[in-house]
């Protein structure tokens, strides 16, 4: 069965012949490798590019082992390149081509090539794109399947496909095995055979299972408020460990690096500035983070407000997590300070929405709690608050729009309602 990824094909299309090395990053097993040597390069078959003007590699297999060295590959590379017409060069997991950089920006230099590579580590990838490429990458960064697209491919209802889809989430592979079983063991077995194995040995980590101890902790706490000295209390409470702030550091770098958790700041709304700590981090597929904790703490608020997270960041859009400080009078007249929290801020150019997870909004109670820090905000930018039970989408007597978590994941434009 193929699934479309059209929204990701139709970015490399956009960017053929811009002079730039287009770099596919995200997290191992998400479809990168299918987008550009299958999808992209059947695209360009149907455009009338012949066979033997693209040139292939994957450098995670080990038959292609020998052309991780630059030398041996650029001279197979020149050999491929007989004439002057263009040439789409489509390198797959190219962090394990040593001096890549250097490669590519020589490939990238002549005038008939056009350079496509996907990469599984934003250590390697990202920050070089925006520093040693010198203004020659162009990146394009690919998440697992979004509820969209894996409803292209499932034989039901959005309802039912909803729970399917946080709990085992959107990685291609797994969303295509037959049964619950299956989809258990090959997410069990990215984590321990793919994802685990490739932090530690690329890191060089020596302590493995503390590292794996701290993925099942954020993995319990995805929507809390964190930072590494309260995970190290956590750690020496629970663990009796003497694992350091500055190591847990390094772990959460390891993990946002293979793009298994990505970090989101903290805003202060009314000061205009960001907040040091604690922070939030967030899973970039359910399914993985449901697989840490064996099957075991699926809480459906945490688990869609990560889901609405990730499509934000699929959407292109910079997220934050809001925070308001006022002043209230308290019980004895005295005025009190309290912090009021906005799930996220998310902002793309000069467009920017405020935004509530909220599961349900059973009483009156639970709504005023949700919009009360809206009321606060002092702008003119729109305010939601996505649901799981809103039946169609409206604006309230405070001008904020309520609407389904349906209705937003599966229209593109729902935030332009």
């Excluded at 479309?4 to 490399?12: A, C, I, N, S, V």
């Excluded at 967030?282 to 449901?290: C, E, P, V």
């Excluded at 934050?320 to 007249?333: Q, T």
Aim: net charge neutral; aromatic share 12%; proline share 2%.
């Amino acid at each position: 069965m193929e699934i479309k990824r059209d929204y990701y094909l139709e970015q490399l299309i956009s960017r053929m012949d811009n002079g730039l090395i287009k770099v596919v990053t995200g997290i191992r097993r998400c479809g990168k490798s299918y987008l550009l040597r299958t999808l992209f390069k059947k695209y360009l078959l149907e455009q009338g590019v012949s066979e033997d003007h693209i040139i292939e590699m994957a450098f995670d297999l080990y038959d292609n082992i020998e052309f991780r060295d630059p030398k041996v590959f650029y001279l197979w590379v020149k050999e491929q390149l007989k004439d002057g017409e263009k040439y789409f060069i489509l390198l797959d997991e190219v962090q394990m081509l040593d001096e890549f950089v250097s490669v590519l920006n020589g490939l990238a230099d002549k005038k008939n090539c056009d350079v496509f590579v996907t990469g599984s580590n934003a250590k390697f990838l990202s920050r070089d794109i925006a520093t040693e490429f010198g203004g020659r990458g162009d990146e394009i960064h690919m998440y697992p399947l979004s509820f969209s697209e894996f409803m292209s491919v499932y034989d039901g209802h959005y309802y039912d496909g909803w729970n399917e889809y946080i709990t085992y989430g959107g990685i291609p592979i797994v969303v295509l095995a037959d049964t619950d079983e299956q989809k258990m063991a090959l997410l069990d077995n990215l984590f321990k055979e793919t994802y685990i194995r490739d932090i530690a040995s690329r890191n060089k980590v020596r302590n493995v299972g503390e590292m794996e101890t701290l993925l099942n902790i954020l993995s319990s706490a995805i929507g809390s408020l964190t930072n590494p000295n309260k995970l190290q209390k956590t750690f020496k409470s629970v663990n009796q460990s003497k694992i350091t702030a500055t190591t847990i550091t390094k772990y959460i770098e390891y993990l946002e690096d293979s793009f298994l958790i990505e970090e989101a700041k903290r805003f202060d709304i009314k000061g205009k500035s960001y907040i040091g700590t604690p922070m939030k981090y967030y899973f970039m597929d359910m399914g993985l983070r449901n697989a840490r904790l064996n099957f075991r703490q699926m809480e459906v608020t945490h688990s869609m407000e990560n889901v609405i997270y990730n499509e934000l960041r699929k959407r292109g859009y910079r997220v934050d997590v809001g925070n308001i400080m006022i002043v209230e009078p308290g019980k004895n007249g005295k005025p009190v300070k309290k912090q009021l929290e906005v799930d996220f801020i998310c902002s793309k150019g000069s467009k920017k929405y405020y935004i509530q997870s909220a599961y349900s909004l059973e009483t009156e109670e639970k709504m005023a709690q949700e919009i009360r820090p809206f009321t606060k905000i002092n702008d003119s930018f729109k305010k939601i608050v996505i649901t799981s039970n809103t039946p169609k989408p409206f604006y309230n007597d405070d001008g904020i729009l309520m609407m389904s978590v349906f209705d937003f994941l599966l229209k593109q434009e729902s935030l332009e309602l």
